[in-house]
């Protein structure tokens, strides 16, 4: 494409050539992102996709983001259960048993296990995960507490009304079902880690080490325990919970097929998402919401419950959109939801009713409806306690701090057996770390047709055609300000120039730098934007994070970093967009390493890469603020393992002295068969030299 092709494919005329002063003050972007932060207390409205393929892609994404956030990419290895079974108590129609397993090496998950007595073959299971409630399953309400759910006929017995969490798995057992209570951290028995205590540091954020990614993990193994139950139906396996337990019950869906049935109670909804640590970590609810990871249970049976919480409106907002989804599906019968507008934040038999009928039909129980529960005869809470004299905690037993040590062993040694050796080998490494990044990054290249792009002015200068515009993602409320540099003798070929400086780096006195001159010579285009927080962002004051934990910021919005690295893939998508027969990326200064976090997530739309290492390390974000944070950044090797993915495309990376980053490319761009693509230099180069690579 000559020059003036190019640029009435941008919308440049040489006819029109106002003066520009770049010295002059820019406005600040009217950028959504310099906004107040999203939390988790805001609106979340979902759309399903308009047909099944697009929804598998996502799906497909959205899950790998899921596992990713919770830590669980790839999932740890499993180490044996060693159930330990124990101090049965017998009931009308059921018993109950004490159990504790392994977790994960020093970690134990505790619960009391209910069955249906006089019932032979293979059973339904059920998982039943608790919430907030004092003391989880082993709460015992008030007493007014239990006279206000009398009054208000939410529940027809005392015993109902005080021992709520024994209600449940009785009346499942009572159906037919083996029906697993499990303890959340710092609940009941599980007490060696206090609840939302040991998880909120920056390495745990560069770690992906999160409460709500180890409690994920217990529910995994709780569900994995129920399975290993010989008279455990594996195709007939369901779970429910409600408020934090019915987060847990869509997460657990959303990971793992094993499901089958699923009730989240009092959780899902367009608005609060969950306000625990708990419930929250880094990346999770970027671009999605609980409306959206529910509907990853589809086409499995999913019912909704709600109540008078921030899921009253769960019938006209959000359940919709999930028929939608399961009619795309051709399962529209196989979701459902009900809100029962006359209780508070409740898992009252009403409720409990409601999922009963759910199981019957979809876990194929046999019962006539409706279904009713059962008065039953409850135990005192200490005689469930799982742990005694005979049965203690396990002396291995670990507080957080000794825990996460260990699984920061156990991480590293997963994630270094990817260093890859052969092309098997570099095929699998892409695929998990790859994904980790986009998952990190929640982003990939866009399509060009996403891409918004306004005119703010152009003029000739010193024989180049120079545009300002604007560019941004479309419908995100993005303002990324950049320019456009075209010389007279284009070759179609445009950089990407990306620098902490932003568009203004291409000049000096109001002259182009000596840097930017050699790549006009070199018949190639300049685009420079104004990635977030430089250039005309440098007046605005980015949005602050949570204080006390940023999982509450990175949890539903990018961090600066990612933000960096999103600006980038949109202005190579605008290259795209108007033409450009190659793009290429240069990264200056500390601009090198969102270059490398930007070059992987391009995929085809670059050809070569220059990049700045600028002695870049993830491990010197000491703050969750710090703008070199990045969620997974030490988890998945650093930005070395992370820009060698791209192999075998042609790599360029000065000041670099890495020796851990070193070992990563090294490996992958041999494993690749193309090690000379691959160019390292320990110093930090000169612009030009740099430009005569990129372009040579």
């Not at 009619?327 to 009900?338: A, H, I, P, Q, S």
Request: hydrophobic share 40%; aromatic share 8%.
């Amino acid at each position: 494409m000559d020059r003036r092709s190019f640029l009435f494919a941008a919308g440049i005329t040489l006819a029109q050539r106002p003066l520009l002063t770049f010295a002059d003050d820019a406005k600040v972007p009217d950028d959504r992102r310099l906004g107040r932060a999203k939390d988790y207390n805001g609106t979340f409205l979902w759309s399903p996709p308009a047909n099944k393929e697009a929804w598998e892609r996502r799906r497909q994404e959205l899950r790998e983001q899921v596992l990713v956030a919770n830590g669980l990419w790839p999932l740890p290895e499993k180490a044996q259960l060693a159930p330990v079974i124990h101090g049965a108590i017998d009931r009308d129609g059921y018993t109950i048993e004490k159990v504790f397993f392994t977790g994960l090496p020093g970690h134990y998950v505790s619960g009391n296990l209910y069955r249906p007595k006089d019932k032979k073959g293979k059973l339904p299971g059920v998982l039943c995960a608790h919430g907030h409630w004092a003391n989880g399953r082993l709460h015992e309400a008030t007493d007014k507490a239990v006279e206000n759910d009398l009054e208000l006929e939410g529940e027809k017995t005392k015993e109902g009304a005080r021992y709520l969490m024994q209600a449940l798995p009785a009346s499942l057992a009572r159906l037919g079902c083996i029906a697993f209570a499990y303890d959340m951290i710092g609940y009941a028995d599980s007490l060696a880690i206090a609840h939302r205590v040991g998880f909120t540091d920056a390495e745990a954020e560069l770690r992906l080490q999160s409460f709500m990614g180890l409690q994920t993990w217990n529910s995994l193994r709780a569900l994995d325990f129920l399975l290993s139950l010989p008279d455990v139906d594996s195709e007939r396996v369901g779970m429910t919970g409600a408020s934090g337990g019915g987060t847990q019950t869509f997460l657990l869906g959303a990971i793992d097929d094993r499901l089958k049935v699923a009730v989240p109670a009092v959780m899902v909804s367009t608005g609060m998402q969950g306000g625990c640590i708990c419930e929250n970590c880094s990346l999770l609810r970027v671009e999605t919401g609980n409306i959206e990871l529910a509907g990853l249970f589809a086409p499995r049976p999913l019912a909704l419950i709600g109540a008078d919480d921030w899921t009253i409106d769960i019938e006209t907002k959000g359940l919709p959109e999930l028929r939608a989804l399961y009619k795309l599906l051709g399962v529209e019968d196989r979701v459902t939801g009900k809100c029962f507008k006359q209780f508070k934040h409740n898992y009252n038999q009403v409720s409990r009713e409601y999922a009963a009928s759910w199981f019957n039909k979809h876990l194929r129980l046999g019962h006539e409806e409706p279904i009713a529960e059962k008065p039953f005869v409850p135990v005192p809470p200490r005689e469930l306690s799982v742990f005694d004299e005979g049965h203690p905690l396990p002396k291995d037993a670990l507080d957080a701090e000794t825990l996460r040590k260990r699984m920061t062993e156990a991480s590293d040694k997963q994630i270094a057996a990817l260093l890859p050796k052969d092309a098997a080998g570099l095929k699998e490494f892409q695929r998990v770390v790859g994904t980790a990044l986009r998952a990190a990054v929640v982003d990939q290249l866009p399509d060009a047709a996403d891409v918004d792009t306004k005119e703010v002015s152009r003029e000739e200068r010193d024989g180049v055609a120079v545009r300002k515009l604007v560019i941004g993602r479309k419908d995100k409320g993005q303002q990324v300000p950049a320019l456009l540099a075209t010389p007279p003798d284009f070759d179609g070929t445009v950089v990407v120039w990306v620098h902490p400086s932003g568009k203004e780096s291409l000049f000096t006195k109001g002259a182009f730098t000596a840097a930017a001159k050699r790549v006009f010579e070199k018949k190639a285009a300049i685009l420079a934007p104004d990635v977030f927080m430089t250039g005309d962002f440098a007046a605005a004051k980015g949005p602050a994070v949570n204080d006390k934990y940023a999982g509450y910021t990175f949890g539903y919005n990018r961090t600066l970093l990612a933000n960096r690295v999103h600006d980038i893939l949109t202005a190579v998508a605008y290259a795209a967009k108007k033409g450009a027969k190659r793009t290429h990326l240069i990264g200056f200064e500390k601009a090198g390493p969102w270059v490398l976090l930007a070059r992987p997530l391009s995929g085809d739309g670059v050809t070569r890469t220059a990049a700045d290492f600028d002695s870049f390390r993830f491990e010197d974000a000491r703050d969750a603020s710090d703008e070199r944070m990045l969620p997974g950044g030490l988890k998945y090797g650093g930005l070395g393992a992370f820009a060698a993915t791209v192999a075998p495309a042609e790599l360029f990376i000065h000041h670099f002295a890495d020796a851990a980053a070193a070992k990563w490319l090294e490996a992958a761009y041999l494993a690749a068969g193309k090690a000379a693509n691959c160019q390292r230099a320990k110093e930090k180069e000169t612009d030009i030299k740099v430009i005569e690579w990129l372009l040579g």
